[in-house]
C-alpha cells in the first residue's frame, strides 16, 4: 500500500515511528475562528470551529519525511478547535489519516482527540463575549421575524436531541461562573506503515497515563522517545513487541510473499457499506472514476477509503487520494480527474443541499445512512452474483450479516431516533461493537435475519456461530475479549482479501502473454513510453469470456492497470514490484495445481481455494501481557502455509522485542504530572534519539549500502541517475494529470498552479484518447506506420468513446461557477440553445439552411442536410428513451462524433465567449483560451474516421429517412406510369415494403433505426403506358445522422427490356461527405471507392462493346480475392465483422466474380434478335439434367451426381417459381447466394462444366470449359464449406428450397 517503506536514505524504513505530535490551543493567539472551514455564524459559539495550532511536534525534522506543518494540523483536527461544557460528552476520539506525497509514496498519522479544561482566563471571556453577542442577534431575529430562534438551532443541531428544549438551552448558553470549558487537544503518531492497532493502543494508554490519578511509571517522555526512537520496523514477515505506558503491545508485518500489510478492519468496511453496495464501489473504484465518500465520522472515512483501496491488490490507486478531506479544501472536489476522497458531512446536513461540481461520473458514498449513488452508465464486476455469494459465505461465518448492520428498515428507524453523540462519541467512533446485542435486539424477527438464515443453510454454514453473548463485565474478560476480536479480524481480512485476489489471480491468469515486450532497454522504453503500446488489448479480449467483456474492456483502458503492465516490463531491468511479485507467484500456484492449462477461458466461477485451510484453525488469544517473549529468531517453518496461519503464528511467537522505556537526562521538575492536562514535554530530550542507533540500524546500514552498490551499478551501465529519475517519473505520471494536491500551502498562487496542472493535464488525456482512438480506428494504414494492431473490436470502440464521453463531461465541470444538473455539457448546450432561439425568430433561414441541393447528372437531388448545433440537441431531446442530463449529453456527442462534427459544433458552442465568462471562472479549461484550440483540434482528428457509434448503440430509437430514386433521363422516362414501391433494409431490420407516390421520385419515411444500411429492393407492378424504367441509383439518407448510401441500379425494370426483371436487389455503399466544405479543407479524408461502374450490372448484350474485358487470368483473381473476403471475414471477432451482403453481391463480391466466370467465352451474338443472359443456361442444363440419365464411372460417383443434380435443378425451380418479378440476372445472385450458404456450388459447377449445353452456348476457349480451370475454381469455392453462412432476408425473399 505505502510507496514509503521504503523511501529515502538512512533509516527511514527502520523507524517504527516518524514523529510524534501534539495540536491544540495557542493560548497567545487565543481564539481565533478558521473562516477555511466555511463557518456558519449563525451557529451557537461552542458549536463553532476555531483555528488550531501544532504545539509541537517531534523531532523537528527528519530528512527522509519532511514535515508538513500545515497539512499535518490540518488533517490532525479537520475542523479546527471545537469546545465543550462539563454537560457535553468529552469522550476520546481515534481517526488516522494519509498524506499522499506528490511522488505518490504515503504516510499515515494515527490521532486521539481528548477534553482539557480550559485554564485560560482570557479564553473563557472571550467565549462568554461571545454568547452574549449571540443571543442579543437571536433576541433580534425573533423580533425581526415570526420564526422562533430555536428552529434555527435546532437545524444546527441533531434531530435526536432536538426533543429536549432544556438541551437546546443548554447548547445556547455559557456562564463563565457556573460551567467549566474544555476545548480539544490531540496527540498523533506518524508512520511508515499503517499499524492502525498498534498506534491505537499507544494512544490510548498515553491518554489513560495523562487521566489517572496516579502518574504513570515514567514520565512521558521516556515513552514517546522510545516509540520514536528506539522501536523498530518489524521486518517482513516478522512480529515485534514493543511497550507503552502500562502494558506490551505487539504488531505483526506480512512477509514478501503475503498480501501486503493491512490493519484497518474489513468487518467495519462491510458492516457500514453492506455487500452489495461495497461491490459496486469496488467495482467504481477500478474503473477509477470519482468516489466520494461522506460520513460525520472520520475514521469511517479513512476505514472505508483504506479497506476499498486494500482489495484492489495487485492493482494500486493511482489518482488523487485524499480520504479525509478538511473543509478548507473543498476546492479539490473541482477536479477533473478520477479521485477517491473523504468529506465530512455536518450534523443535519441533507444531501440535497451538498452542491458538488461535478456528479455525471460520479460515485456518491453516504457511509452513515448506508446509500450510494452510482454513475449512470457503467458495466457490472465479472460474475457479480457467485462473488458476492461466496463474500457472503466467509461474512456468515464471522457472524456479520452481508447486508450490513444498519441496513434493517426497523433497525435503520429505531437507530435514527438515537441521539448522534451516542454514536459518534462511544469511543468506537460510532461503529458498531464487536458485542452488538443491541443490535440483534433491533434486527429480531425481521426479514433480512429470515433471508439470512435461508442463505446459511443454503451455504451449509451453522448459525451457532451467530451467537450474541451478554456483555462481559470484568476487566480482564474484556480485555481477552478485545484481544480475541483482534485477531478474529486479522483472519476475516485475510480471508476476505484472498477472495479477492482470487478473482484477479483467476481473471488475469494469461495476462502475461499479452505484454508487448517492445524496448531493448530500460533507456530507450522510458524514452519512448508514451509512443509504445504495452499490452495487446484486443487480443487478450478476444481471449476472454463473453461476459466479462463490459467490464475488462473499461478496465484495461484505466491508469492502475497500465502502471500495473508498466511495473511488468520493467521488472526485467529492476527489483520487481512487491505487489507484483505477490502476484505473480500466486499465478504460478495456479499453473502448479491445474497442470493442463485451459486453452479457452470459461465464464464458470471458481471459488478461492485456500479459504477452507484458513478456516479450519481454531482462534488463539493473543499472548498474555505478563509472558515474556523468547529473544528474536527466525520462524522455522517447511509446511506451505496461508496468510492467517502465518498472522496467527507470528503475534503468538515474537521475533523481536523492542527496548523497554527508561528514564531520560531531563531538567528535574520538568515532567510534572498534572491529572487531566497533557504535560508541557521537554523538546531538549525528544528533539534526537540516541546516538548508538542499536541493533538494527547495522542491518539498516547494511541494506543501505547494498543500496548504493546497486546504484552505482546502474548509474555505470545506463543512463545518468538524474536523467533516469526524470524519465522514471515521466513514464510513471504517463496518463496522470496529477499524482496529488498539496494540502498545506493554500496561497491563490499555488491554488493557480494547481489548476493550471488539471488543465495541462486534461489537455494531455484529450491527446492521448484521441490518438488512441485513431490508431485503433485507422487499421491497416495504421500498422504499416507501427502502430500495432489492426483491428479494433466493436467493445473496445464503444469503451473507448464512453471515456472520450467522461473526459468532456470532466473538461466541461472544470472551474464552473455555479453547478446546474448532473452533466455540466448539457447544462452548457441548454443554455446555448435558449440564448440561440431567442434570436431565430430575427434569422429564420440562415446561410446553408435546408433550400440547398446536391447537384447530380440527372438533375434530381437529395436537399443539403442543414448542420446545425441546435437540431442535433432536438434530436436527442425527442429521444424518449433517455431519461438523464448525463444520458442526453452522452447521446449527444456520440451523434456529433459520428456526423464527424464535434470538433466544429464545441467550437460553436464555445464562441459565445459571454456564456463562457458566466458559466466558467477564470482559471477554468474552457477559458484556457491556447489550451482549449489545442483541444479542438484534437477532436477534430476524429473525423479521419468513421464512427456508427450513435447509430450502433441507440438501436430502438425511431429515425427519419429520406430517398430519392435517380433515372437515367437520357434514355428513359423520368417518371414511371406503373405503382413503384422499395423497401430499405439494413443491418438491424427493414422497413418493410413502402408504395413510392406517383410522380414522386422523392419520399421520407420513418422506422425503427435500420443500423448500417446493405439493401434497397425496387420494383413495380408494370402497369400503365409508360411502365418500362431506367433507374441509374437509389440514395437514402439517415436524416439524423446525415449518412448517406448510395444503391447503383444501371438496370431497366420493365417487362421485354434487359432481362425482364421487375423488381432488382439494389448493394448500397456509404458515400463520403463532409457536411461542410470547409471543415473538408482543414481534414483530409481519403474518399472512398467509387460506386460500381454501371457497366459491370449491364446484360451481355452491352459487355460485347466494351473495350476492357478482363482476361483470364484476372477473372480468377477476382474468384479468389472474393473468396478470401469471405473468409477473413468469418475469421474476425463477431462483433468485428461487416457486412457480408456486400462481400457476396457488392462490386467485388462472388457474384460479380462468378458473373465474370460465366461471362467468359459466352456466345454473344443475338440468336433470332433475342438477347442471351447466362441465366438462360442455367435453364438450358436444368432441362437437360431432367430428362436424361447420367452415366458416372461407377455407382458412387452416380449417386452423387444424381443428388447434385436433384438439389440444383430444384433450387433453379423453386427461383423460377418464386412470387417474385426478378429478372434473370437477379435469379442468378439469388442461385449463387443460396449455393454459397448451402455449400453447394463446388458440386454443380463440374455439372454446368461438363452438361452438353456448354459446348453449344460457350466458345472452346471459355473458362468453363477448360478442365484445370474449373478444377482450381471448385478448390478455391471449397475453402468456403467450413462457415456458417447467414443471408439477407431480403436477398432470398420469397424462394422457398
Known amino acids: 500500500m505505502s510507496g514509503s517503506g521504503n523511501a529515502g536514505p538512512g533509516a527511514a524504513p527502520c523507524r517504527f515511528a516518524h514523529y510524534f505530535v501534539l495540536c491544540g490551543i495557542d493560548a497567545e493567539s487565543g481564539l481565533e475562528p478558521d473562516e477555511l472551514a466555511g463557518e456558519n455564524f449563525d451557529q451557537s459559539p461552542l458549536r463553532r470551529t476555531f483555528k488550531s495550532k501544532v504545539l509541537a511536534h517531534y523531532p523537528q525534522n527528519i530528512e527522509w519525511n519532511p514535515f508538513d506543518q500545515d497539512a499535518v494540523n490540518m488533517l490532525c483536527m479537520p475542523k479546527g478547535l471545537s469546545f465543550r461544557t462539563q454537560a457535553d460528552n468529552r469522550d476520546p476520539q481515534l481517526h488516522s489519516f494519509i498524506i499522499t506525497r506528490e511522488d505518490g509514496s504515503r504516510t499515515y498519522g494515527f490521532v486521539l482527540t481528548f477534553y482539557e479544561e480550559v485554564t485560560s482566563k482570557q479564553i473563557c471571556t472571550a467565549m462568554q463575549t461571545l454568547y452574549q453577542m449571540h443571543n442579543a442577534e437571536q433576541y433580534s431575529s425573533v423580533c425581526a421575524s415570526s420564526s422562533c430562534s430555536m428552529d434555527s438551532l435546532a437545524s444546527s443541531i441533531d434531530e435526536g436531541d432536538a426533543t429536549s428544549l432544556a438541551k437546546l438551552q ?15 487537544k490531540c496527540i498523533c503518531l506518524i508512520t511508515p506503515l ?149 468529506l465530512q458531512s455536518k450534523e443535519g446536513t441533507d444531501r ?23 454513475p449512470e452508465e457503467f458495466p457490472q464486476f465479472p460474475n457479480k452474483l457467485e462473488f458476492i455469494q461466496e463474500i457472503s459465505e466467509v461474512l456468515l461465518q464471522f457472524g456479520i450479516p452481508p447486508e450490513g448492520n444498519l441496513h434493517c428498515s426497523d433497525s435503520a428507524t429505531k437507530l435514527k431516533n438515537l441521539v448522534l453523540s451516542d454514536l459518534v462519541n462511544d469511543k468506537r467512533n460510532g461503529n458498531i461493537p464487536s458485542n452488538a446485542l443491541n443490535m440483534y435486539e433491533l434486527l429480531k424477527g425481521n426479514e433480512t435475519i429470515a433471508r439470512l438464515q435461508a442463505l446459511a443453510k443454503r451455504t451449509g454454514v451453522t448459525m451457532e456461530k451467530m451467537t450474541i453473548t451478554s456483555p462481559l463485565t470484568e476487566e480482564k474478560e474484556r480485555k481477552l475479549s478485545c484481544e480475541e476480536l483482534e485477531l478474529r479480524d486479522y483472519k476475516l481480512n485475510v480471508q476476505l482479501r484472498e477472495v479477492f485476489a482470487n478473482r484477479f489471480t483467476q481473471m488475469f491468469a494469461d495476462y502475461e502473454a499479452f505484454v508487448i515486450q517492445a524496448a531493448p532497454d530500460m533507456e530507450s522504453w522510458l524514452t519512448n513510453r508514451e509512443q509504445m503500446q504495452n499490452f495487446d488489448k484486443a487480443s487478450f479480449l478476444s481471449d476472454q469470456p463473453e461476459p466479462y467483456l463490459p467490464f475488462l474492456s473499461h478496465f484495461i483502458e484505466t491508469q492502475m492497470f497500465a502502471t500495473f503492465i508498466d511495473n511488468k516490463i520493467m521488472s526485467q531491468w529492476e527489483e520487481k514490484d512487491p505487489f507484483l511479485r505477490v502476484f505473480d507467484s500466486r499465478i504460478e500456484k495456479i499453473r502448479l495445481y491445474n497442470v493442463r492449462a485451459p486453452a479457452l477461458r470459461t465464464s464458470n466461477y471458481q471459488k478461492c481455494s485456500t479459504l477452507k485451510e484458513a478456516g479450519q484453525l481454531s482462534i488463539q488469544r493473543l499472548v498474555l501481557a505478563d509472558i515474556v517473549a523468547p529473544e528474536p529468531h527466525f520462524l522455522s517453518c517447511e509446511k506451505q502455509q496461508t496468510d492467517t496461519q502465518s498472522i496467527e503464528q507470528r503475534l503468538m511467537k515474537i521475533d523481536h522485542t523492542a527496548i523497554h522505556p527508561h528514564l531520560l537526562d531531563m531538567k528535574i521538575g520538568q515532567g510534572k504530572y498534572e ?115 489492426a483491428n479494433i473490436t466493436g467493445l473496445e470502440e464503444n469503451t473507448l468513446i464512453a471515456s472520450l464521453c467522461d473526459l468532456l463531461e470532466r473538461i466541461w465541470s472544470h472551474g464552473l461557477q455555479v453547478k446546474q444538473g448532473k452533466s455540466a455539457l448539457w447544462s452548457h448546450l441548454l443554455q446555448y440553445q435558449e440564448r440561440e432561439e431567442k434570436q431565430e425568430h430575427s434569422a429564420e433561414f440562415p446561410v446553408g439552411g435546408g433550400t440547398e441541393r446536391r447537384k447530380s447528372d440527372t438533375g434530381i437531388t437529395l436537399p443539403t442536410l442543414r448542420v446545425s448545433l441546435i437540431q442535433d440537441m432536438r434530436h436527442v431531446q425527442n429521444m424518449s428513451e433517455i431519461k438523464t442530463d448525463v444520458g442526453r449529453a452522452r447521446a449527444w456527442i456520440r451523434l456529433s462524433l459520428e456526423k464527424k462534427l464535434l470538433s466544429q459544433h464545441l467550437k460553436q458552442l464555445l464562441s459565445n465567449q459571454a456564456l463562457a465568462k458566466k458559466l466558467y471562472k477564470r482559471y477554468a479549461f474552457l477559458r484556457c483560451e491556447e489550451e482549449r484550440e489545442q483541444f479542438l483540434y484534437h477532436l477534430l482528428s476524429l473525423n479521419a474516421v468513421d464512427y456508427f457509434c450513435f447509430t450502433s448503440v441507440f438501436t430502438t430509437i425511431m429515425i427519419p429517412y429520406r430517398s430519392v430514386i435517380i433515372p437515367i433521363k437520357k434514355l428513359s422516362n423520368a417518371i414511371t406510369t406503373s405503382n413503384p414501391w422499395i423497401c430499405v433494409s439494413g443491418e438491424l431490420g427493414d422497413s418493410g415494403v413502402m408504395q413510392i407516390p406517383k410522380n414522386h421520385l422523392e419520399m421520407t419515411f420513418e422506422c425503427q433505426n435500420l443500423g448500417k444500411l446493405t439493401t434497397v429492393q425496387i420494383g413495380h407492378d408494370n402497369s400503365g403506358l409508360l411502365a418500362k424504367w431506367l433507374v441509374d441509383c437509389v440514395m437514402v439518407r439517415n436524416e439524423i445522422t446525415g449518412h448517406t448510401y448510395k444503391f447503383p441500379c444501371g438496370r431497366w425494370l420493365g417487362k421485354g427490356v434487359d432481362d425482364g426483371s421487375l423488381e432488382r436487389i439494389l448493394i448500397g455503399e456509404l458515400v463520403s461527405s463532409t457536411p461542410d466544405e470547409e471543415l473538408g479543407k482543414q481534414c483530409r479524408t481519403p474518399p472512398q471507392q467509387k460506386s460500381p461502374t454501371v457497366t459491370r450490372r449491364l446484360s451481355i448484350t452491352s459487355l460485347t462493346g466494351r473495350n476492357t474485358k478482363p ?54 451474338a443475338r440468336i433470332f434478335h433475342k438477347n442471351v443472359f447466362i441465366w438462360d443456361f442455367i435453364e438450358k442444363a436444368v432441362a437437360y439434367f431432367e430428362t436424361s440419365d447420367q452415366i458416372g464411372d461407377n455407382e458412387e460417383t452416380l449417386l452423387l451426381q444424381r443428388s447434385s443434380c436433384r438439389s440444383f435443378c430444384h433450387y433453379v425451380n423453386a427461383i423460377n417459381t418464386a412470387p417474385r418479378n426478378i429478372g434473370k440476372d437477379g435469379k442468378f445472385q439469388i442461385l449463387v447466394c443460396l449455393g454459397t450458404r448451402d455449400h453447394l456450388l463446388p458440386q454443380w459447377i463440374p455439372l454446368l462444366a461438363e452438361c452438353p449445353p456448354i459446348t453449344r452456348m460457350y466458345e472452346e476457349n471459355a473458362l468453363l470449359r477448360d478442365r484445370m480451370t474449373v478444377n482450381s475454381l471448385i478448390r478455391v469455392l471449397q475453402t468456403l464449406q467450413d462457415f456458417n453462412i447467414i443471408l439477407e432476408g431480403s436477398l432470398i425473399k420469397g424462394v422457398d428450397v
Not at 358 to 368: G, K, M, R, S
Not at 676 to 690: C, E, N, R, Y
Open 675 to 789: 491529572q487531566g492536562f497533557f504535560p508541557k514535554l521537554q523538546s531538549d530530550v525528544l528533539a534526537t534519539g540516541p546516538t548508538n542507533n542499536n541493533r538494527w540500524a547495522g542491518r539498516s546500514s547494511t541494506t543501505q549500502r547494498r543500496k548504493d552498490r546497486l546504484r552505482q551499478h546502474s548509474e555505470h551501465i545506463g543512463l545518468d541517475n538524474d536523467m533516469r529519475e526524470k524519465y522514471m517519473q515521466e513514464a510513471r505520471s504517463l496518463g496522470k494529470n496529477l499524482r496529488q494536491p498539496k494540502l498545506s500551502d493554500l496561497s491563490p498562487a499555488v491554488i493557480a498552479q494547481t489548476n493550471w496542472k488539471f488543465v495541462e493535464g486534461l489537455l494531455k488525456e484529450c491527446r492521448m484518447k484521441t490518438k488512441r482512438m485513431l490508431v485503433e480506428k485507422m487499421g491497416h494504414e495504421a500498422v504499416e506506420l507501427g502502430h500495432g494492431e
Open 194 to 342: 499503517p499499524f492502525m492497532q498498534a498506534c491505537k493502543k499507544f494512544l490510548i494508554q498515553l491518554y489513560k497515563a495523562v487521566t489517572s490519578q496516579q502518574p504513570p511509571p515514567l514520565p512521558l517522555e521516556s515513552y514517546i522517545h522510545n516509540i520514536l526512537y528506539e522501536v523498530p520496523l518489524p521486518p517482513p514477515g516478522r512480529s515485534l513487541k514493543f511497550y507503552g505506558v502500562y502494558e506490551p503491545i505487539i504488531c505483526q508485518r506480512p512477509g514478501p510473499n503475503e498480501l501486503p500489510l493491512s490493519d484497518y478492519p474489513l468487518r467495519e468496511v462491510f458492516e457500514l457499506l453492506g455487500l452489495e453496495n461495497l461491490v459496486q464501489v469496488f467495482t467504481c473504484v477500478l474503473l477509477e472514476m470519482q468516489i466520494l465518500l461522506y460520513s460525520q465520522d472520520y475514521q469511517r472515512l479513512m476505514t472505508v477509503a483504506e479497506g476499498i483501496t486494500t482489495l484492489l491488490f495487485p492493482f494500486q490507486w493511482q489518482h488523487v487520494y485524499v480520504p479525509i478531506l478538511p473543509a478548507s479544501l473543498l476546492h479539490f472536489l473541482d477536479a477533473p480527474v478520477p479521485y477517491l476522497m473523504g
Open 1111 to 1164: 482476361n483470364a487470368g484476372q477473372i480468377q483473381e477476382g474468384i479468389g480475392e472474393a473468396v478470401n473476403n469471405i473468409v477473413k471475414h468469418f475469421h474476425k471477432p463477431e462483433k468485428e465483422r461487416g457486412s457480408l451482403t456486400i462481400l457476396l453481391c457488392g462490386e467485388n463480391g462472388l457474384v460479380a466474380a462468378l458473373e465474370q466466370v460465366f461471362h467468359h467465352g459466352f456466345k454473344s
Open 170 to 184: 443548554r447548547y445556547n448558553s455559557y456562564d463563565i461562573s457556573r460551567d467549566t470549558l474544555y476545548v480539544s
Open 352 to 374: 440535497s443541499k451538498l452542491e458538488l461540481p461535478q456528479e455525471a461520473n460520479l460515485c456518491f458514498v453516504d457511509i452513515d445512512n448506508h446509500f450510494i449513488e452510482l
